[in-house]
């Protein structure tokens, strides 16, 4: 895609053609995509598709950002597959010890659906309550953490897709991120042996030859030609290798009549309502999906001068959308920053093009669903694994470490537990350190009292935050100033300084003028510093030091 358009302006008027065209290339991309997320999480195709059409025509229609685009998103893709097995684990062993695979998942799919719907109504009630911006208030560490592990845990399962590989973790599948990991070595091994005669070694070749194409088209295509999505000429190459080479790699399976995947709630929807898990679920897809889909927006604005996002009815659409989603049984959504981008790159002008990409995937869904069974899973598993890479910014936790590594800590860990253990735990972890980070920076103040030869003259040097908490601290430092001496106190390096701290050091120049002491305080460098408060405290107790020096 190109890598800059002139940005669309707030006066441009609609128009057609441009949003027509638009909404071509967000089908094109939006396609394989769809497709590759269902494969990942084991479920059929039309369920993902069926979330890029309601998330195109429903969302587009009432969202609050204009040109964004949702669907199904890699961002929750561990939720769902961690949900799926959960639900069917619980099936075999508690519902239906005697049940079949089939039926495992036949119910752990009306689980999921519960709880897409459930996250759909927390959605909305929280766009109702004016919630979209606390959404965003989440710290960008834990955000780009949460992506991260994502990213790993998407890499590390799709490479085994990638390669036609039945990932095993000590003779049983393989389920988390480390032992997904650890069953890489496995598959190369499998996949590098008996050259193009193993199926394995086949399918090998067609994901790496998909992540070759991928990087080299958005490389070096030409700029017209970049608007051709990347990952459609990876699955239109993979296609016509299987065909011309007559390899025998496992192809994607689906139903005549995607539609056919539509499921209405039934009486064990209703039953659900009482399974803890199904609330969980459903409360990290409404916490993840509400995070992604409100930065996405964000990450829209700032390609384009338009109307601004308006996110408590983003929130809203996006909750009608989910409701909507779990009631037919389809995949949750959230708003794609890959599609997103490629709507405004595309040229868009209006909501006209999501509106139409969701009618495009209708089309193909209803006229053009035979295509789908001559792609190979191993170009979707590619796709999905440079999706994954991409979701890793080793860059930004670079940056990050060099500028806060409180910060950089916050994505690491984030990161590390989503694939050691699971989201919840991951998100929850990050939030708390950020929360502990918080504390510690309103809460930690670092004196420094340096006393001249004589005791004549002193300074105390103040770094942090001198709020009511340190108020001891600051008051002890002071008690350590020689009786009648001069004291300078220097704020450079101060965030943060509040009325009680201003008291507490008006009051100690007052004790200490009378017995013929000095204080003075660079009152321009407080005044510069904290200029956006009133003012008040620190002219009162500018009057009250009594020092009458600046």
């Not at 003779?171 to 190369?188: F, N, R, T």
Request: with cysteine; hydrophobic share 50%; aromatic share 8%.
């Amino acid at each position: 895609m190109p890598d800059k358009l002139p940005p669309i302006s707030r006066s441009m008027e609609f128009d057609f053609r441009r949003d027509l065209l638009a909404s071509i290339v967000v089908f094109l991309v939006a396609l394989p995509l769809c497709i590759g997320i269902a494969v990942a999480v084991g479920v059929s195709p039309g369920r993902a598709l069926i979330t890029g059409i309601i998330g195109g025509i429903v969302v587009g229609v009432l969202g609050g950002c204009p040109l964004q685009v949702c669907g199904p998103a890699a961002g929750l893709f561990v939720i769902i597959a961690d949900a799926l097995l959960k639900q069917k684990t619980y099936f075999l062993a508690e519902v239906s010890p005697q049940g079949t695979e089939a039926d495992a998942l036949a119910f752990a799919l009306t689980a999921l659906g519960v709880s897409v719907m459930l996250a759909g109504g927390m959605q909305f009630v929280a766009g109702q309550l004016r919630l979209g911006q606390w959404f965003r208030a989440v710290s960008p560490a834990v955000i780009e953490g949460m992506l991260g592990g994502i990213g790993i845990l998407i890499l590390a399962s799709q490479f085994h897709v990638m390669c036609d590989h039945d990932a095993l973790y000590h003779g049983h599948k393989a389920h988390g991120g480390l032992q997904y990991l650890a069953a890489i070595p496995v598959a190369i091994q499998q996949s590098f042996a008996g050259g193009f005669e193993n199926p394995k070694f086949q399918a090998a070749s067609l994901g790496i030859l998909s992540v070759a194409l991928i990087v080299l088209w958005q490389s070096y295509a030409p700029r017209k030609l970049r608007l051709i999505p990347a990952a459609l000429i990876a699955v239109l190459a993979a296609a016509a290798v299987v065909l011309i080479m007559g390899w025998e790699v496992r192809m994607l399976t689906v139903s005549k009549d995607l539609l056919n995947d539509i499921s209405w709630p039934s009486l064990t929807s209703w039953q659900l309502l009482g399974n803890g898990s199904v609330w969980t679920t459903a409360s990290l897809i409404a916490l993840v999906g509400s995070a992604e889909t409100l930065l996405c927006a964000t990450a829209v604005d700032q390609m384009q001068n338009g109307p601004r996002t308006k996110y408590d009815k983003e929130l809203c659409a996006h909750g009608v959308g989910n409701l909507l989603c779990g009631m037919v049984g389809a995949l949750p959504m959230t708003g794609v920053i890959v599609r997103s981008s490629a709507n405004v790159q595309a040229g868009a002008t209006s909501r006209l093009s999501a509106i139409l990409h969701g009618f495009w995937l209708l089309i193909f869904v209803v006229v053009l669903p035979f295509l789908l069974a001559y792609i190979p899973k191993a170009a979707l598993g590619a796709i999905l694994v440079y999706t994954g890479y991409k979701l890793v910014k080793v860059k930004t936790l670079i940056e990050l470490w060099k500028i806060d590594r409180g910060e950089a800590l916050i994505f690491l860990v984030t990161m590390l537990i989503i694939v050691a253990e699971d989201m919840l735990l991951g998100v929850l972890a990050g939030l708390s350190l950020s929360a502990l980070k918080l504390l510690h920076r309103f809460s930690h103040l670092a004196p420094k009292l340096t006393i001249a030869t004589g005791g004549k003259r002193a300074t105390l040097e103040l770094e942090g935050a001198a709020t009511f908490i340190r108020l001891p601290v600051l008051a002890s430092f002071l008690e350590q100033v020689p009786m009648g001496a001069e004291l300078h106190v220097d704020f450079t390096h101060l965030t943060y300084i509040d009325h009680s701290c201003l008291e507490l050091l008006t009051s100690w120049a007052k004790r200490h003028k009378m017995n013929g002491g000095n204080l003075v305080i660079d009152w321009d460098s407080l005044h510069a510093r904290f200029k956006d408060e009133p003012g008040r405290a620190v002219a009162v107790a500018k009057e009250a030091a009594l020092t009458g020096q600046s």
